[in-house]
């Protein structure tokens, strides 16, 4: 180990089944630095995490900490070595105080009894230095979030770590916690501290980090790159290994007429401030960003699934919807990224899942609906998606993709006039995805409003002629045109600015 190094991992395999998660990975942290660590889903980020922290053994490679060397083995050995980690799920205790929380291990004692004053002592100077202002006998569930974070980084300090691993430490916070954060990281470098900083928001390795390591497919593409020599997109590229070209754009017709959808100053407590956008008759929209960025909730607020606490909404002429079944009346069909859970009921038939919102919600067919129309009906939907599967099959029968186009049969049995999709591709192969990429090019053309979101930037890319991009609750800006790629797409993503896209 070199001057300054708290830990230094090399070559580190580990396997799962036939797939590789980590391929010969490592990592060096100082003391002193914020070290980020960034990589797409799947890049073997969790999997390295859990061999520094002990949790998952290697099948190769070792770990040398300042105290020893070893192979990540379990947790108490890693906090031999010095390591201590605070992960995205807080692993707090909510019905017990906040000084039960930080000593869930070994507290002590005097006489064989607590000794609650050697633990007020101890933790009262690690509270004031992370900024938590509270009474160690206060019960957890009555601080917010951020402070309970603030807890678990207390409870990992109060074990004399060298090493401190935070991982998606703000997934989940407002940016107030986050600003407080960057205080608290400054204290704890200066303190000497290595700090290994796990994220998917790139902006915060730019403002917090000093080196930066990149992962992808279990591979580092950048070892500890210092900050000053990189920016957002250069993280991109390495994180998708190169800018792909973008798709050939579509020419589609826009109706110049009243947008169907009309979001004006709109704001949802926690969720989103100020939100202002419109979508057109005939042109597919996406929304986009990374998790709790609020892109979701513009989705419930058209569908009428969330209230609004601020500003206007027009969704179909008829203002907001107060409830699903006021969207449906305003010719809204929403596509649900959980099929099985909200879009079917998988032990009826295709044709009485198809007919259902325009026979209930809307009273189509009559008091009496004539079965052999419904099948009839039916047959034209499932003939129209090219679907795999008879009016009168049981849906559960029915594969991962044809389940999918059921759900769309079923919304497109109402004519709607806006269409919007969660993840509408999610869960089924590339034929389906293209077999659904026709039908919504078809609904658009047809003079609909479609809204859409997606995990997967490629697809919004393929699918939208713009991209509306959120970030902590914030519409940022939109990409579109030819500027409209999967890697202009995840820039404006992780950086919340939409022009570092367009270079």
């Known amino acids: 180990m070199g001057d300054g190094e708290m830990l230094v991992a090399c070559d580190l395999v580990k396997s799962y089944g036939g797939v590789r998660a980590l391929d010969g990975a490592g990592i060096s942290l100082r003391g002193g630095e914020v070290h980020a660590l960034v990589g797409e889903n799947g890049a073997g980020k969790s999997t390295l995490v ?37 992960s995205q799920e807080l692993s707090l205790f909510p019905d017990l105080t906040v000084r039960e929380n930080l000593y869930p291990h070994l507290p002590p004692r005097r006489f064989g009894l607590l000794d609650r004053g050697a633990m007020d002592r101890a933790a009262r100077p690690v509270l004031a230095e992370l900024g938590l202002d509270v009474d160690p006998g206060t019960p957890l569930a009555e601080l917010t979030l951020a402070d309970r974070q603030l807890t678990e980084i207390a409870r990992a300090l109060l074990r004399r770590p060298q090493v401190l691993v935070l991982d998606e430490p703000t997934s989940a916070l407002p940016a107030a916690a986050v600003d407080r954060l960057e205080r608290v990281l400054r204290a704890l ?27 992808r497919d279990g591979r580092v593409v950048l070892p500890g790159a210092r900050r000053a020599d990189v920016d957002v997109p250069e993280l991109v590229t390495a994180m998708l290994g190169g800018a792909p070209p973008g798709p050939v754009r579509r020419s589609r017709t ?6 169907p959808v009309v979001l004006s100053g709109v704001s949802v407590p926690g969720r989103l401030t100020d939100v202002t956008f419109t979508v057109r008759a005939g042109e597919v929209v996406g ?25 206007r909404v027009d969704v ?8 699903l079944r006021a969207a449906v009346r305003a010719r809204v069909a929403f596509v649900p990224s959980d099929r099985k859970r909200y879009g079917l009921m998988t032990e009826r038939t295709v044709w009485e899942n198809a007919t259902a919102v325009s026979r209930l919600a809307l009273g189509r067919g009559g008091m009496l609906p004539s079965r052999a129309r419904l099948i009839r009906s039916t047959q034209d939907l499932t003939d129209r998606l090219r679907l795999r599967g008879a009016p009168d099959d049981i849906v559960a029968r029915l594969s991962g993709g044809n389940q999918q186009k059921v759900v769309f049969a079923k919304w497109l049995a109402t004519a709607p006039q806006i269409v919007v999709l969660d993840d509408p591709t999610r869960g089924v192969d590339v034929g389906v995805r293209a077999e659904m990429h026709r039908i919504v090019g078809e609904l658009a053309a047809s003079g609909a409003a479609v809204l ?6 490629a697809e919004l890319t393929e699918l939208c002629d713009r991209v509306l991009v959120f970030v902590r609750g914030r519409l940022v800006g939109e990409v579109h045109g030819e500027r409209l790629t999967e890697h202009a797409l995840a820039v404006a993503m992780q950086s919340g600015v939409t022009r570092a896209a367009e270079r």
């Open 452 to 457: 859409t979101a997606s995990t997967d930037p």
């Open 316 to 323: 179909g002429g008829r203002g907001l919807p107060r409830s």
């Open 287 to 311: 929304v986009a960003g990374l998790q709790g960025a609020g892109h979701l909730t513009a989705l419930e607020v058209v569908c009428g699934r969330t209230a609004v606490s601020a500003g």
């Open 254 to 259: 826009v109706d110049d007429g009243p947008p």
């Open 189 to 215: 470098t200066a303190r000497g501290l290595a700090v290994l900083y796990v994220t998917h928001f790139l902006e915060e390795v730019m403002r917090f980090a000093q080196r930066v390591t990149v992962l």
């Open 50 to 86: 859990g061999i520094l922290s002990g949790a998952v053994a290697p099948d190769e490679g070792t770990v040398w900490t300042a105290r020893e060397a070893r192979e990540a083995r379990e947790a108490l050995e890693a906090r031999s070595g010095g390591i201590a980690v605070v």
